[in-house]
């Protein structure tokens, strides 16, 4: 059998539970709770009692309420834990009753049983905590303004020393890009005063390059050898009286390098003077060649600066 009250195993009697002092279930059908109960030699054996042959104590619950009021009242059908239990009971050892107190008087009242008002618990504190100490959100920011400047500084390092600070800032016009010299170009020699003359030169006789001429009777006014870069280079020449009619070809030359040649020019048996104009854009030692019938007559030189 087991106690109603701490689930223990008690003998299947109507005595107290020898470890709590619960009242037996068994009192239901006995009789009121306020019974005095003696268990020992002279007791009817029942059950498990009946192994028992020694001597028992004899436990005596007494009520502090008054025994004409108890005997009024009809057995409670509630469990053992929630039944109105007496607040002290007596257990008789030897010759003398000793006081016991209920297990049931030693819990705590539960909170609105019979007690009127709240309960107040004070706060613990007033101020609220921050959720972050100031201390960590000051070094958090101070460790993430020194990370920034330490990657700030290697970029700007490594940008400086590749090159690439310098492309970047001609990139956007802050440092414009630095201006670029020309080359340096050789100075020309003057040129050979004298022609050369060819097998026809008995023909072509006569041929200068100018820097202006008679814009009326096209004769040369300003011979010169030496002119300056797209200026217009005059050639004046003169034909004699060939036996026969023939062709009078004029070639320009750069460097050296043929660089151009005019319409040949058909002539006559009678003779004819005239000229013909060049420009050049760059400097160069220049040449001019006429040719009578393929034959060379004269060979002039002259430079561009």
Not at 89 to 112: F, R, W, Y
Request: one cysteine or more; hydrophobic letters at 35%.
């Amino acid at each position: 059998m087991l106690c109603t009250f701490c689930n223990s195993a008690r003998l299947d009697n109507e005595a107290p539970c020898p470890r709590c002092g619960a009242p037996s279930p068994l009192l239901a059908n006995a009789g009121s709770p306020g019974t005095t109960m003696q268990w020992g030699n002279g007791a009817p054996a029942t059950g498990n009692l009946a192994m028992n042959n020694q001597a028992s104590p004899v436990m005596t619950q007494t009520s502090t309420q008054p025994q004409q009021q108890q005997q009024g009242k009809q057995l409670s059908l509630l469990p053992v834990p929630y039944q109105p239990q007496s607040p002290f009971m007596t257990m008789q050892a030897g010759n003398g009753l000793i006081p016991m107190q209920q297990p049931g008087t030693l819990s705590p009242a539960l909170p609105g049983d019979g007690q009127d008002g709240a309960i107040y618990v004070p706060p613990m504190y007033t101020k609220p905590r921050a959720i972050i100490p100031r201390y960590r959100a000051i070094s958090g920011l101070l460790s993430v303004l020194i990370v920034a400047v330490l990657l700030c500084t290697g970029v700007g390092y490594y940008l400086n020393t590749s090159g690439k600070l310098a492309a970047i800032r001609q990139l956007y016009g802050i440092v414009p890009p630095p201006s670029a010299k020309p080359a340096a170009t050789a100075v020309l020699a003057d040129p050979k005063a004298n022609p050369d003359f060819g097998p026809a030169y008995s023909i072509i006789n006569s041929a200068i390059t100018n820097s202006r001429i008679d814009p009326i009777s096209h004769a040369s006014a300003q011979p010169a050898n030496v002119f300056q870069v797209n200026q217009t280079i005059y050639l004046t020449y003169s034909v004699q009286r060939p036996k026969s009619p023939g062709v009078m070809a004029i070639k320009w030359y750069t460097n050296g390098s043929f660089y151009q040649s005019p319409t040949p020019i058909q002539v006559a048996t009678n003779a004819i003077t005239g000229y013909t104009t060049q420009k050049y854009m760059q400097p160069a030692e220049g040449m001019v060649e006429l040719y009578w019938n393929d034959q060379l007559a004269i060979r002039l030189y002259f430079v561009v600066r």
